[in-house]
Structure formats: structure tokens, C-alpha cells
């Protein structure tokens, strides 16, 4: 997305502003979270010639913009995630959130609640898959005995418990310690994408197991152990892929060293 401003003596101008105060933006923004129903969006654009991240408080109704695509997604969600095209599309300078330039100190903090509510909430549904691997080993019988009988299946379920009661623990710390506002925000952000990337791709892993106890039936979609399969994998790309997450890791590591390990005292 590209911003610039306004000259002198261009048309269509907004009411109440001056061609000086008005900017247009011009690019796409694509997966726009309930952009659907949603009535403004929130725009990142690239500002001036300096290309300043900065952030844009945008009226859907605006002229120039126009909805082109409503993706299919693998993931079941009650709103859609469509794509937008910006043409010319002029807003006034108040439509800047903070300042120019700081767009992307506002996304941290953002993302760090975002990023600890996936892993919240992808710890919750492996749970919730682990339940259902659990029940069905042991009402299912092969070979005269329950599966849970079997020593693989045992494995498999002690591996789903061991990945969620480390990510939960985790996850919990680093939301007590965004509650508690002492740690430094980069830290903290760090934190976050530990918590996002751990909790996430260990969800992953448990969904994997668990579709495997149930053996064929769980490719089935008449299982609810299928669809927690599919509603899982966004998880691992969405607020940041994984390999984002490892980045901002080793960036805080490389920069203020292995302080981000470290858990405050509740003193």
C-alpha cells in the first residue's frame, strides 16, 4: 500500500478539508479480518517518500474502494476474510493513527495480545482433541483389547499431554506477566511470539496424533476430531507465520541477549 499527499487543485477533495490536509492511497489489502461486515479497516501503507509505516483508520464507503475477492478457506469462520483494492482513495489527515511513521510500534502491541490469544486458544481445542483421542482408545477394541491397550497409542496420548500442560504453563506466564507491566514491550512482544509459535505448532502436533488414534474415522468430517484438523493449521501462518515468530525470537536473543528466558519475580 502507497500513500502520498494531495497537490494543489486536485479534484473530488473531502468536505471540510484543504487539498494540503487530504493523502491517497493507492495498493491492496488482502485476508481483512470480518472485512465483510466490518464498516472501516485499518490500513498500513507506506507514507511519503520515506515509505513510513503508518496506520489508516478507513471508511469501507470511501470512493476507490472496492471488495475483489472473498477467499474459500480451508478453517470454518462465521465472517469472511475478503481482499480490497485502493484507487485514489482520498482521506483526510486525521485518518492517522498515532503518527506518521510509527505503524509498526503500534502493530507490537497488538500482536502480542493476538499472539497470546492463539496460543490460548489453539491449547484449548488440543485439549479438547486430546479428550476425544482419549475416549475413543478406550472404548475402541482391536485384537480383543482396547487400543489404549497398545503401547503406540499410549505413547501418542502421553505426547498430546506433555505438549499441552508445557504450552498452557507458558502461556500463562506470559499473559501474568503482560498483566503485571513490568517487563520491557520488546520483551514482552518476544515473549508472545514464543508463546504463539510454541503453543501453535505443538497444537499441530497433537491434532496429528489424535486424527491417527482415530484411525480412518478421524478424516471422516462427521468427527469432530477432522474439523479441529483444518481449524488448526491457520494458526501456524496467521499474526505471523512461524518462521516470523522465530525471527523475532532470535532478533531479541542477538539483541539484549537471554534475558528473554526469564520469568519476574511476583515480588
Same mark, same amino acid.
Given at each position: ?102 505503524? *509498526?510500534?503500534?502493530? %507490537?502491541?497488538?500482536?502480542?495480545? =493476538? ?5 490460548? +486458544?489453539? @491449547?484449548? !481445542?488440543? $485439549? ?100 479441529? *484438523?483444518?481449524?488448526? %493449521?491457520?494458526?501456524?501462518?496467521? =499474526? ?5 515468530? +522465530?525471527? @523475532?525470537? !532470535?532478533? $531479541? ?15
Amino acid at each position: 500500500m502507497r500513500l502520498h499527499r494531495v497537490g494543489e487543485g486536485e479534484p473530488d477533495v473531502p468536505r471540510g478539508t484543504s487539498p494540503d490536509q487530504t493523502l491517497l492511497l493507492n495498493g491492496e489489502k488482502w485476508f481483512v479480518t470480518v472485512g465483510d461486515h466490518a464498516d472501516f479497516m485499518i490500513v498500513l501503507a507506506a507514507a511519503g517518500e520515506e515509505r513510513a509505516p503508518t496506520l489508516f483508520l478507513v471508511d469501507k464507503e470511501t470512493p476507490g474502494i472496492e471488495m475483489t475477492r472473498v477467499p474459500r478457506w480451508m478453517h470454518t469462520s462465521v465472517y469472511e476474510h475478503p481482499e480490497f483494492t485502493f484507487t485514489d482513495v482520498r482521506v483526510p489527515e486525521d485518518a492517522v493513527l498515532g503518527e506518521v511513521g510509527n505503524g *509498526y510500534d503500534i502493530t %507490537r502491541s497488538w500482536f502480542t495480545e =493476538e499472539r497470546l490469544m492463539i496460543a490460548a +486458544r489453539t @491449547i484449548g !481445542a488440543a $485439549e479438547r482433541a486430546l479428550e476425544l483421542a482419549r475416549d475413543w482408545a478406550v472404548e475402541r477394541r482391536q485384537f480383543g483389547s482396547p487400543i489404549a491397550d497398545f503401547q503406540l497409542i499410549q505413547g501418542m496420548l502421553a505426547g498430546c499431554a506433555v505438549d499441552i500442560a508445557v504450552n498452557r504453563a507458558y502461556t500463562h506466564q506470559v499473559a501474568w506477566e503482560v498483566d503485571e507491566g513490568r517487563i520491557d514491550r520488546k520483551t514482552l512482544h518476544a515473549k508472545a511470539a514464543i508463546a504463539k509459535l510454541a503453543a501453535s505448532e505443538a497444537s499441530g502436533r497433537v491434532i496429528d496424533r489424535c486424527l491417527q488414534i482415530f484411525g480412518g474415522r478421524g478424516y471422516d468430517r462427521s468427527y469432530p476430531v477432522e474439523r479441529l *484438523y483444518r481449524e488448526l %493449521r491457520v494458526d501456524r501462518i496467521w =499474526e505471523g507465520t512461524s518462521e516470523i515468530q +522465530r525471527l @523475532i525470537t !532470535a532478533g $531479541e536473543l542477538v539483541k539484549r541477549g537471554t534475558g528473554v528466558l526469564h520469568m519476574p519475580s511476583s515480588v
